[in-house]
């Protein structure tokens, strides 16, 4: 083993039941590198990560960390051994503080009794280090932002001495500034030493802070290179086994018509700025703004999600009363939210029960579900949107995010809504399934739908949309059609309340 490598996978191979996650796989990250890990959904990513920390067992291979054998028996054997992970999906207890969060596994004691005082202080210096300078210690998790939440998993990942940090979608949900913080923190962690391993599906981030890429295809490694050796379509090419000329694809063909949905001074709790908009049929309507701008808020206000306190919501000409998501999906509109594992899927559940669970009774006789008719519509869908499955009754749990994300958008479709509000639909995607996802927007679009989709990406928005409308501090603060598109301009809207607050 080099003397500079932290860590060495040899031949490394896992099976499941009909699978094989891991396929003779060959890995080594060196001492302060950052590692970039790429791969589509399904290409085994996870398996590998969680086969590094102590989730699994490798079934064949070897694993060496710091020039000794390293045999994790489970999770905290590998975070004892300097292995931290911070996922995609949080592991936060909602109901205890930041502080309590980070250094829930070694709370500092003062005569047998929790030191607060100690506790929050220690706190403080992690958060101001990954950017939570403006959240008090104190606050409970619950009441953080997606983003926030991210940043707290990685100042309670900070709390321990890593040796290796592996960071799962780390920018998922994070703006410009705040991207720009994170990647400040990778940086120094590097030039101290500390070695990270490094998963996105935002493959520009690979040239601002990679010194490494590896690429993981269908459980095998397809190949290690330096960063600096690379370029988009080389990597795109390396993940999906083929070239693919446009990411972002956008149908001229298709072109919005007559008024489909109009929102008017809607106003909820906490939010007391009246926001007006319009949705034309056939039409990708985005919605962009830094996290906390009121955009999600917004869009649950609208679905009757969150109570509104005012306004109006009109619906080819007509009125709604949408008083709770019931109300809303009876009149046509669906929600999917940012969060698809915890409030858009029953993920114990199969793909059949999962498709079918909007409109029951489309597939009901007499009172009783027809598992026939069931099984031949989610046979459908999975059919029309090339949802890659072993079989319908699989549960939804095990798909992957790209997978997990066309089941809900068949279960809206299976619903036959008309206005599709989307949340951060591809975060956690990768590229690929990113480019399916986009085409199913395009093929609603086509359908006359009317879409709403709410991003952090804004050259997802920009290369998606029709019409961008801007958020920032719970107001509108402006709306660009397709050809005025421009970073700079829609940053500007993001950005102005809080300049002049």
């Not at 798909?399 to 599709?420: A, M, P, T």
Request: net charge negative; proline share 4%; with cysteine.
């Amino acid at each position: 083993m080099a003397v500079d490598n932290i860590i060495e996978l040899k031949n490394i191979s896992l099976f499941f039941p009909g699978v094989k996650a891991l396929d003779s796989v060959d890995l080594d990250v060196r001492k302060g590198e950052i590692h970039i890990l790429l791969g589509e959904n399904g290409a085994g990513k996870s398996s590998l990560v969680k086969t590094i920390c102590g989730v699994y067992k490798q079934n064949n291979g070897a694993m060496i960390l710091d020039g000794e054998t390293y045999s994790p028996q489970n999770p905290l054997a590998a975070i004892q051994s300097g292995i931290r992970v911070v996922y995609q999906e949080f592991n936060l207890l909602s109901y205890l503080s930041i502080a309590e969060n980070i250094f829930f596994e070694k709370l500092p004691r003062k005569n047998g009794l929790v030191d607060f005082k100690r506790l929050n202080a220690d706190a403080r210096k992690l958060m101001d280090k990954v950017g939570l300078n403006q959240v008090s210690p104190k606050a409970p998790v619950e009441s953080l932002g997606v983003a926030q939440m991210q940043l707290v998993e990685i100042a309670k990942a900070l709390s321990g001495d890593s040796r290796v940090l592996i960071l799962d979608e780390p920018t998922a949900t994070l703006m410009p500034d705040e991207i720009d913080t994170l990647f400040d923190l990778l940086k120094t962690l590097r030039d101290e030493g500390v070695s990270i391993i490094y998963i996105s599906h935002r493959l520009n981030e690979i040239f601002r802070i990679g010194d490494r890429v590896s690429v993981l295809r269908n459980g095998k490694m397809v190949g290690t290179h330096p960063a600096e050796e690379l370029d988009i379509k080389s990597i795109v090419k390396m993940m999906v086994g083929r070239s693919m000329e446009n990411e972002y694809p956008f149908d001229e063909t298709v072109t919005p018509g007559d008024p489909l949905l109009e929102v008017n001074n809607l106003i909820f709790k906490g939010s007391p700025h009246p926001k007006s908009f319009t949705l034309r049929k056939g039409e990708i309507l985005g919605i962009a703004g830094l996290v906390g701008s009121g955009r999600t808020e917004t869009m649950r206000a609208l679905f009757g999600a969150d109570p509104k306190d005012a306004g109006e919501v009109i619906l080819h000409g007509n009125t709604l009363n949408i008083q709770s998501p019931r109300n809303a999906v009876q009149s046509g509109l669906c929600l999917l939210t940012e969060d698809r594992k915890q409030q858009g899927l029953i993920l114990d559940m199969n793909c059949v029960e999962n498709t079918t669970i909007t409109d029951l009774g489309s597939v009901s006789s007499r009172g009783f579900l027809n598992k026939q008719a069931e099984r031949e519509a989610t046979e459908k869908q999975i059919r029309e949107m090339n949802i890659k499955t072993p079989g319908i009754d699989q549960k939804t749990l095990y798909l992957s995010g790209g997978n997990q994300q066309k089941i809900l958008i068949g279960k809206w479709l299976f619903r036959d809504s008309e206005v599709f509000i989307f949340d951060e639909p591809t975060r956690g995607i990768d590229v690929g399934a990113k480019y399916e996802i986009y085409l199913l927007l395009w093929k609603l679009a086509a359908m006359g739908r009317g879409i709403i989709m709410v991003s952090s990406d804004l050259p997802e928005l920009m290369g998606v949309c029709h019409r961008i409308a801007v958020f920032s501090d719970g107001k509108i603060t402006g709306e660009l059609e397709r050809k005025d598109f421009d970073a700079e301009s829609i940053l500007t809207l993001s950005y102005k309340e809080y300049l002049h607050a």
